[in-house]
Structures are given as C-alpha cells and as structure tokens.
C-alpha cells in the first residue's frame, strides 16, 4: 500500500522527465554502438586490404606472419608455409587487386567475449592465375589480426592434373 501512495505523490513533472533521460540514455548508447561499428569496419577493412595487398605483393612468409593473431601462429605449420611457397611460384608476378568485400560481424558478441571479428574475401590477378583470400579477423588489444586465412588459386592456360585448382590455409 506504501508504494501506491509514493506513486501518487510524483509529480507528472518528474515522471515524465525520468521518462526522457531513460530513452536519451538509450538512444545515446545506440548511436555509439553504430559509430563503433562503423569504425571498426574502416579498420578492419584497411586492415584487410593492406594485408591482401602485402601478401600479393610479394607472397612472403614474413607478410603473413606478422599479421596472424597469436593462435594462428601456433596452428601454422612449415606445411603451410611450402605451400605458400609453391603457390607463390606458381602464380607468378601480381598484376592487380579486383577489391576486398566483407564486415565486422555480430558486433553485440563484443560485449560478452571481448573481441571483435570480421570476415573479408579478395581477388587478386597475377601473371598465371587469379587468387581469392578468404581472412578472418579478430581485433585483440586494440589490434586488427588474421585469425583464419584460405587461400583459393585458379591458374590461367592449360592446367596440369595438380595444377588447376590449389587452396591453401584454413577457411574462415
């Protein structure tokens, strides 16, 4: 009965007041969240074109490497490392980069395990073939990070038998 007659006694003034700063309080929290998402997908993207464009580039063992998060530096193996090598031969002399599509994705997930992801695909032409790397992302420490690469080669002219189509890495 007490509480009915505390309701009672605040003013529609006050009520209505409380009312707006609960809905500026959301609202505010809103429009952050979309302008942390928006920034974290021109990150990312940056990220992952200069990523593609080193990789591309010149196929190095070192281009990759200092851009793998720390769980992907321990799942990568010499395997992986010779199959870059021999991709990279194959492939020959980078011609152009056709572009990077993809986002930051499921960002509320950020709240409840502390990291951010983003998943992005790009196609690459070179002398002998056109290339497509798969990355997956995740931001740690404030860092954007390959946490999962795929690499998917298609060569030009006629194919050998172990030629034609060669993937390298692990899918995102």
Do not use: C
Request: aromatic share 8%; net charge positive.
């Amino acid at each position: 009965m007490s509480d009915l007659v505390i309701a009672k006694r605040v003013p529609l003034s006050i009520a209505v007041f409380l009312l707006l700063l609960l809905a500026l309080a959301s609202g505010t929290g809103a429009v952050m969240l979309v302008a942390h998402l928006r920034t974290s997908n021109v990150e990312s993207k940056t990220f992952a074109d200069g990523a593609v464009s080193g990789l591309a580039a010149d196929w190095s063992d070192q281009q990759l490497q200092e851009r793998l998060s720390p769980a992907e530096q321990k799942r990568l193996k010499s395997v992986d490392l010779a199959e870059l090598a021999k991709l990279r031969a194959r492939m020959g002399r980078f011609e152009r980069d056709l572009g990077t599509t993809g986002a930051v994705s499921y960002p509320w997930i950020h709240f409840f395990v502390g990291s951010l992801r983003a998943t992005y695909a790009a196609k690459a032409i070179f002398v002998n073939g056109i290339a497509t790397f798969h990355l997956g992302l995740i931001k740690l420490d404030g860092r954007w990070m390959i946490d999962s690469y795929h690499i998917d080669a298609q060569f030009l002219g006629r194919p050998t038998s172990d030629e034609f189509d060669t993937a390298v890495g692990l899918k995102p």
